[in-house]
C-alpha cells in the first residue's frame, strides 16, 4: 500500500445512445422515398470530432487541478450498447482515438445476436466485443411468462438507463424526434435531460452537432423535455463543461483540505481489510479462501484491477480517518487530563500555602500545554480531517455493492460541493464498467449484498453499544464529582452554621475540595461533549435499525430491479447521518477556552 491515499487517475465516461441506418418512416408517412437519412459518413466524422474536443478538454484541464490528479495518463471511456448503427459508429471512433471501451448489454448475448440484421452485423458485434474492457451483461428484463419479443424492449431500457447512470455526459445521435417505443434513443435523451446530464447531440442526417447543457449554476430550472435546453456550439462550452464535471470544488477551503488529506501518511499493515466480504487482498488468495466474493470478480483481469484500486482507495481513507479520530481525542484527554492536573495543584496551594509557587508555575505550563495542543489540533484539521475522511470512506464503501450491479450511487453525482464526495466520486469514475453476466451471478450477487448488509447492522450495532458504554462512564465520573462537590460545600455549611470544632483545619481542605472537584467534573463533561458519544451513538442505532430492515429484503429472492433499489437503499441508510455529523463538526469549532 502506498505511503499516502491514492490519487484518482483523471477520467471521463461518455455514454452513447443513437439510431440505427436504416430505420422505417415516421407513423403516418409511408413510402420508401420517405425513410429516415442516416449520412454515416457525417456522423462518423461528427463523432470523432466530438471524442476529439472531450480529450482536448480533458487535456487542458488547468495544473492546479491537475496536482489532485495521479501521475497516470487521462482516460476517457465510451459505454455503448454495440446496437447496430450509431452505437457501433461511436464505438469505432473512441477505440480510433485512443479511447477506453466498456460495454452494457441488454440481455443474454445469445438472445441479443438474434435481433441483428445479419450475420455480417453479428461479425462486426464480435469484432468491438473483443476489443472492449469490460462488458455487463443485464438479465432479459420482464415476466419469464411473456414472449422474448415482448420483454426486449425494458431490457433495452434498462441497459440505456445503465449506461445513462454511469455516464459523466451522453453522446446522442438522434434527429429530434420524439421516442417511437420503450428504450429507444429518445426515451433515453428525454430521461437525460430531466437528471441534468449534459448531451452532445449529432444529427444523422448531416451529422450537424449541438450541445444540450442546462448550466447548473445560471439555470437552475430543470429541463423537462430535451428540446427544453437552449442548443449552444460544443466549442468551448464543451471544454468548460468537461472542466466542471472532473475537477475538484472550486473554493480555497476546499481544495486545500484535499491537497491535505493526500499529504496524510497512512499505515502499511498488509493485513488490514476493507472488508470482511469484498477485499482486494482476497482475490490473490485461493478461492477457497475467499468463497464470499463473487467469482465474477477474481475470474475478470478487469475486475480483479477494480477491486485492488477500490480497496486500495477504501483502506487509506480508513486509516485516514482513524488516525486523525485518535489524535483528536487525544487532545481532549489530554487537555482534560491536564485541567485535573491543574486544579488538584491550585487546591493543594489553597491548603499549604508553601505550595503557591509550584501551583503557579504548573498552571502556566499546562495552559501553554493545552494552547500548543488546541493550535496544533487547528493546523492539522484533526477534527475535520477526521470527518472527512471517514466520509470519503463511507462514501467509497457502499459502491461496491452498486458497482456489481451495474449501478452508480445516486449520492456520487457531479456536483460535489465538498472535496469529500468529488474525491469518492473521482475514484469510483475511475474504476471499469462491472464485467460479467449478472444473470447468471444473481444468487452470488444477492449473497454479497446481504453480506454487505449484516457486516454494516452488525458494525452499528456494536458501534452504538460502545459508544453509549463510553458516554455513560464519563457521565457517571462527571455525575459522580458532582455529588461529591454538593456533599463537600454541605458538610462545609453544616459546620460553619454549628461552629463544630476543627473548623478552621477543615475550611481548608474543604476549599482545596471546593476547586477540584467541579473543575474535575468539567473536565469529564467536556470529554464527554466533545467526544460526541451520544450523538454518535443515537445516529447509529438509527442507521442500525434501517439497515436491519434492510437485511430480509437482501436476502430475498429479488430481480436487478430489486437488487439496485436495496442497494441504493442501503446506500441512502449508511450515509443517513453524514449530513447530520457535518453540522455537528462545523458547528464545535476547537478553541483554547
Not at 452513447?16 to 420508401?32: L, S
Not at 487530563?337 to 495543584?345: P, Y
Not at 449520492?411 to 469518492?424: D, V
Not at 442500525?544 to 430489486?562: C, I, N, Q, T, Y
Request: net charge neutral; glycine share 8%; proline share 5%.
Amino acid at each position: 500500500m502506498t505511503q499516502h491515499p491514492p490519487k484518482p487517475r483523471l477520467a471521463l465516461t461518455i455514454g452513447v445512445t443513437g439510431h440505427r441506418f436504416h430505420r422505417p418512416p415516421p407513423a403516418g408517412q409511408d413510402g420508401p422515398g420517405e425513410q429516415r437519412r442516416f449520412d454515416v459518413a457525417a456522423v462518423g466524422e461528427a463523432l470523432a470530432t466530438a471524442f476529439a474536443a472531450a480529450a482536448a478538454g480533458l487535456a487542458a484541464i488547468d495544473d492546479e487541478a491537475k496536482t489532485s490528479f495521479s501521475a497516470v495518463p487521462p482516460i476517457v471511456t465510451l459505454i455503448s450498447s454495440l446496437a447496430e448503427g450509431a452505437d457501433r459508429l461511436a464505438a469505432r471512433a473512441a477505440l480510433a482515438a485512443g479511447f477506453a471501451l466498456d460495454v452494457v448489454l441488454p440481455c443474454p448475448t445469445a438472445i441479443y445476436l438474434q435481433t441483428f440484421a445479419d450475420e455480417a452485423s453479428r461479425d462486426e458485434f464480435a469484432d468491438l466485443g473483443t476489443r472492449a474492457r469490460a462488458t455487463l451483461v443485464l438479465p432479459l428484463a420482464g415476466d419469464d411468462a411473456l414472449p422474448q419479443v415482448e420483454r426486449l424492449p425494458a431490457s433495452y431500457e434498462a441497459a440505456g438507463l445503465t449506461m445513462l447512470g454511469q455516464s459523466d455526459l451522453l453522446v446522442a445521435v438522434w434527429d429530434g424526434e420524439p421516442a417511437g417505443g420503450r428504450g429507444g434513443t429518445a426515451a433515453i435523451v428525454e430521461e437525460a435531460a430531466r437528471r441534468g446530464a449534459p448531451i452532445v447531440v449529432v444529427d444523422p442526417k448531416d451529422g450537424a452537432t449541438r450541445l444540450l447543457w442546462a448550466d447548473a449554476p445560471t439555470d437552475p430550472a430543470t429541463a423537462r423535455r430535451a428540446l427544453d435546453i437552449a442548443a449552444q456550439p460544443i466549442e468551448p462550452a464543451l471544454g468548460q463543461l468537461i472542466a466542471r464535471l472532473v475537477t475538484p470544488p472550486e473554493a480555497e477551503e476546499e481544495r486545500a483540505g484535499l491537497r491535505q488529506y493526500f499529504a496524510c501518511r497512512v499505515g502499511a499493515d498488509a493485513n488490514r481489510r476493507a472488508s470482511r466480504v469484498f477485499d482486494g487482498h482476497d482475490l490473490e488468495a485461493p478461492r477457497a479462501q475467499w468463497p464470499r466474493v463473487s467469482a465474477a470478480v477474481g475470474g475478470s483481469a478487469t475486475n480483479r484491477a477494480a477491486a485492488k484500486l477500490y480497496a486500495q482507495a477504501l483502506l487509506a481513507a480508513e486509516d485516514v480517518a482513524q488516525r486523525n479520530a485518535g489524535a483528536y481525542r487525544r487532545l481532549f484527554l489530554v487537555s482534560s487530563a491536564a485541567t485535573v492536573l491543574a486544579s488538584a495543584f491550585v487546591a493543594g496551594a489553597a491548603r499549604f500555602r508553601e505550595l503557591h509557587v509550584a501551583a503557579a508555575a504548573v498552571e502556566l505550563l499546562i495552559v501553554a500545554l493545552v494552547g500548543a495542543l488546541v493550535f496544533l489540533a487547528e493546523r492539522r484539521r484533526w477534527r475535520l480531517q477526521w470527518f472527512e475522511a471517514r466520509e470519503v470512506a463511507e462514501r467509497l464503501r457502499i459502491v461496491a455493492p452498486e458497482w456489481l450491479l451495474g449501478a452508480w450511487p445516486s449520492h456520487l453525482k457531479s456536483a460535489q460541493a465538498a472535496w469529500p464526495g468529488w474525491c469518492a466520486r473521482a475514484i469510483a469514475r475511475e474504476l471499469p464498467l462491472f464485467s460479467g453476466e449478472i444473470g447468471a451471478l444473481v444468487g452470488e450477487i444477492r449473497a454479497i449484498l446481504a453480506a454487505l448488509v449484516d457486516e454494516q447492522f452488525a458494525y452499528h450495532e456494536a458501534n452504538a453499544e460502545r459508544l453509549e458504554r463510553r458516554d455513560h462512564i464519563y457521565e457517571g465520573i462527571g455525575v459522580g464529582l458532582l455529588a461529591a462537590s454538593l456533599l463537600n460545600n454541605s458538610v462545609y455549611l453544616g459546620v460553619r452554621l454549628f461552629n463544630a470544632p476543627g473548623l478552621d483545619s477543615y475550611e481548608s481542605w474543604g476549599l482545596a475540595a471546593a476547586i477540584f472537584l467541579p473543575a474535575a467534573a468539567t473536565a469529564a463533561y467536556g470529554v464527554r461533549l466533545f467526544g460526541d458519544f451520544e450523538d454518535l451513538a443515537r445516529r447509529s442505532r438509527r442507521t442500525a435499525e434501517r439497515l436491519r430492515a434492510l437485511k430480509a429484503r437482501a436476502s430475498g429472492a429479488l430481480d436487478l430491479p430489486g437488487l439496485r433499489g436495496v442497494a441504493e437503499a442501503a446506500t441512502q441508510a449508511m450515509l443517513s447521518d453524514l449530513d447530520a455529523w457535518r453540522v455537528a463538526v462545523e458547528s464545535r469549532r476547537l478553541s483554547a477556552s
